[in-house]
């Protein structure tokens, strides 16, 4: 499915949990991206790797946090902390220096 | 950090019009700038990209055109489809930041039959 896997499609939260939104890539991409999608805002991004072990805050990280254990694996949590976490989560995957982003087909997240 | 503004927000044009979307960015050292078509639920997809030594790009019914002076670059889309109808988004990265792309807040094309 375009070598970059979201799961779940469709995620349901309620007030107070953690949640943790899964991203898998076999493109063999070094740098992997999580945006959040709401209705007339674009992408906003989140948090971004570049290499193993390491992430940057994007424009909106508070109430979300990441890991890069694996060169393959970016997964994101969204936390209690995040007040308004309702939203269509993309990650997408690029090598670095080769801007070209490919998209996963992303996470609807919906607090209950 | 870089601000990439899109316009119009929402375009309807009859099918066989063409469409143009425009995008300004405000980092002179942005140097790639590549736009997503995303339809209803589904993923973004590259449509085309532009680097900046070249004015413009074309590819059949898509065109990207780049005025680095001006620091702004539009999407063509000559002989519309209903097909074509989606959401596209531009987005500029900022020459030195590796990897990261700043995106503009997106424009609904519809294309009516």
């Known amino acids: 499915d375009g070598g970059i896997t979201q799961s779940p499609k469709y995620l349901f939260r309620k007030e107070g949990q953690n949640v943790t939104l899964s991203c898998e890539q076999n493109?063999?991409?070094?740098?992997m991206y999580w945006y959040r999608q709401d209705p007339g805002q674009g992408l906003r991004l989140i948090y971004y790797s570049q290499i193993v072990n390491d992430f940057q805050k994007g424009d909106i990280a508070e109430g979300y946090s990441v890991s890069r254990e694996k060169k393959e694996s970016f997964p994101l949590t969204v936390t209690s902390a995040q007040k308004n976490p309702t939203a269509f989560y993309l990650c997408a995957s690029s090598i670095t220096g080769m801007v070209g982003y490919t998209f996963g087909s992303g996470t609807r997240l919906t607090v209950v | 950090g870089e601000n990439v503004e899109q316009h119009p927000s929402t375009l309807s044009v009859q099918e066989g019009d063409s469409a143009v979307i425009k995008c300004t960015y405000s980092d002179s050292a942005s140097n790639y700038f590549p736009w997503y078509k995303q339809e209803l639920g589904k993923r973004p997809q590259l449509i085309i990209d532009?680097?900046?030594?070249?004015g413009e790009k074309k590819d059949q019914r898509i065109a990207v055109t780049l005025n680095k002076t001006a620091k702004h670059f539009s999407l063509h889309i000559t002989e519309t489809q209903p097909e074509d109808s989606a959401v596209y988004f531009c987005?500029?990265?900022?020459?030195?930041?590796?990897?990261?792309?700043?995106f503009g807040r997106g424009t609904q094309l519809t294309v009516w039959p």
């Open positions: 493109l063999n991409h070094d740098a």
């Open positions: 532009i680097r900046s030594n070249v």
């Open positions: 987005a500029a990265d900022r020459g030195s930041t590796l990897g990261r792309l700043y």
